[in-house]
């Protein structure tokens, strides 16, 4: 059982939107166990439509397509259907009825052009469509193939796919079995690290694993395909406890559970609170520390000390020691955090200074080149890391860096080491 | 002369992710007048990526394939591409070298995985890839034919599409014809009046504009074609002038040109330095200070007063004022303004204090009420916003005023007011 899904429109091909209808309607068809092998965009040609269209349907049980339903003269999605399958063209009076009654309630009347969204494909179920004039349709094709076309309004297309197409499609073929996955969230490792430490896990089925980069992580995804609820619980958990025994330690979060997340959840649980001292990360910290509702709990203040004379003002740090090691450096870092710690009297203060680049680059002190220390309350501890990528990259992995240092702090984990 | 796009990744198919990249490229495609007619996208499956890759090759001159170049056993598009040509996969020392070095500058043994993506097709051209450790192929099919491998991160990808896959084309092909558009950026102002004020150029051909709207600014689109790129800038240039004499002071700034480089260019035409005080924007807005390079020689320093003590302890706001007026008050804003002007001895000093939510929301004092305050050589002012929507909005659109208020005060235009 498996289906393909054609997105139509010139504006698609041209760049100017980003075609985000394609991903809505792969993640619901896959939650319903049908796979999907081949996406496919075409302009709003009527050749290039079919040619998509038989290709499409030599392949695919289900074809679903999106966009080319309105009411103006490039809109030819239903017109090709109608051609590809057979099944001529009528006007559907109860559709015009509906379509005049939407423009009636608005107090417009129906432009002649709208009727076009009332010709229907002999045979086909109108999919009712209560947010906008396009109602969708759905055609079946004996012995086992189904065409559905929706519209590419995102808020008319999304609850139609969900509450129409779905059920019909469950129905239609019988379909029992889902799909549904989980990602587990890993920091400080590279992918090709990550795909070593998983090692036989590569050649396990259902669940299937995969590895995507992210912002500086790397997550491993898990797929399982199964009919019930509890046994794709059962599945998931399972592999997701063997991902667990391979990763570690590196290992942070599930699904949306970002590493300042974690680190709020964690603070909060020990009833610990933190203050953050930047330099080049220059408020990036602060900003994902409060991006997390409720973190005025246990975050109680940053400084952003881009200056020397910043960072003797607000944190102490002594002008000799900036002056003998340099701003960049593991004595300063240790020097900030611990000031920090002080001055705001909290349990846990981090600082980072580091040279974002482009410039301030030296042959000992290259762009990268960061500290990252924490000050708690048995010391003070202080770490070298390189990042060689760009300004905003080397910000985000200080950051990432940080907020990893606190986590594994906090669950007695040795400090983060690059690998 | 037309191409089309292979998108590769099984998570695209899933819909765990949405293809920004196919967007980016068919839109860098069009600006150089080739003719993108359709798109596909396949999973990290050896069969289906090569019959999409002789379907496409079947059709279209160049064929530009992103993603599935990693260094896991799921990266295949390199693969199927040397099988489909015939041009087989041969290791090249060079770039194993480039990726070798690329390990050893972050002190990380490379591991064996990564050989893969050394491994080039018989006759390929390397394009260097500084960002990571896939570079990208360039494969010349005789007679007219081209197909392109390029990295799914986007990072990566897009800059090696820009300045190599696209240079390469033009040369190629003899491309003459382009298509060029500039962005015109504006803050404080609904699309609607956007809209309005732009009046009659909306029946304006070549170049046509366009509204988008973008991280809570309405961005103006001026798209123009020619043959030469005097032509395209005479026309360009012209639109431009009418589009800025109809927006004048909400639009602020062109292209990839943000608030913070506006601000931070006016800061250094004029020699002046800028601190800032945070409380809801929790570091987002010395962030978005510090993402511009060079901005540690204007920008002094930042201070995150989440807490009401740090308020104090950092930039003396009495306490009796909080308890008076409240933290989220224009009379604190305008404290929190003042105290850091004179606690980093900086020309400018802007604060913001506000509510960003989803809790601390009050009947007389609800989630998005905002106040930001500028300190001057002259005095200080403060201003009331209120933002209705979400936490990250209400931080964004907080920072966004903040320096707003920061460039109309360089420009020695009136405050800005939401429109």
């Known amino acids: 059982m498996n289906a393909e899904i054609l997105t ?108 076009r969204q009332a010709q229907v494909p ?118 997701e406890a063997q991902v667990r025994e391979r990763l570690g330690d590196i290992l942070f979060g599930r699904d949306e559970e970002g590493l300042e997340v974690v680190v709020g959840r964690l603070l909060t649980e020990r009833g610990l609170t933190l203050a953050v001292a930047e330099s080049c990360t220059g408020g990036l910290l602060a900003h994902r520390i409060t991006n997390v509702p409720g973190s005025s709990a246990y975050f109680e203040r940053g400084a952003v000390t881009y200056s020397n004379r910043a960072k003797t003002a607000l944190l102490g740090v002594p002008d000799e020691l900036i002056a003998a090691k340099g701003a960049v450096s593991a004595e300063v870092a240790a020097a900030m955090a611990e000031g920090m710690r002080e001055r705001a009297g909290t349990d846990l203060a981090v600082a980072v200074t580091g040279i974002a680049g482009p410039g301030g680059g030296t042959a000992e002190k290259p762009v990268g080149l960061t500290y990252v220390a924490l000050a708690h309350a048995s010391g003070v501890e202080a770490h070298e890391f390189r990042f060689f990528t760009d300004r905003d990259l080397n910000k985000q992995r200080a950051a990432q860096t940080a907020l990893d240092l606190v986590r594994r702090h906090l669950l007695g984990l040795p400090p983060p080491s690059l690998r």
């Open 8 to 115: 139509v429109g010139t504006e698609l091909l041209l760049g100017q939107i980003v075609d985000t209808n394609a991903a809505f309607v792969a993640e619901r068809l896959a939650e319903a166990g049908i796979d999907v092998y081949c996406k496919t965009t075409v302009g709003d040609n009527a050749a290039r439509i079919e040619a998509a269209l038989r290709q499409a349907l030599g392949r695919a049980q289900v074809v679903l397509c999106t966009g080319g339903l309105g009411p103006t003269e490039d809109d030819l999605t239903r017109d090709v259907v109608a051609a590809v399958t057979g099944r001529p063209l009528r006007l559907d009076p109860a559709v015009l009825a509906q379509i005049q009654a939407r423009f009636a309630r608005r107090g417009i009347p129906m432009p002649k052009s709208n009727e």
């Open 122 to 239: 002999e045979g086909a179920e109108v999919l009712e469509n209560p947010r906008g004039t396009a109602p969708g349709l759905l055609l079946r094709l004996p012995p086992d193939r189904t065409v559905i076309l929706v519209p590419g309004v995102p808020a008319e297309m999304r609850p139609m796919v969900t509450e129409m197409v779905l059920p019909r499609l469950r129905e239609a073929y019988g379909l029992r079995g889902r799909i549904r996955s989980r990602v587990l969230r890993t920091v400080g490792v590279s992918e090709s690290r990550v795909n070593e430490l998983l090692g036989d896990l590569w050649e396990e089925r259902n669940p299937t694993i995969a590895l995507l980069a992210r912002s500086g992580e790397i997550h491993v995804r898990i797929t399982a395909k199964a009919e019930t609820e509890e046994e794709l619980a059962r599945l998931l958990d399972a592999r």
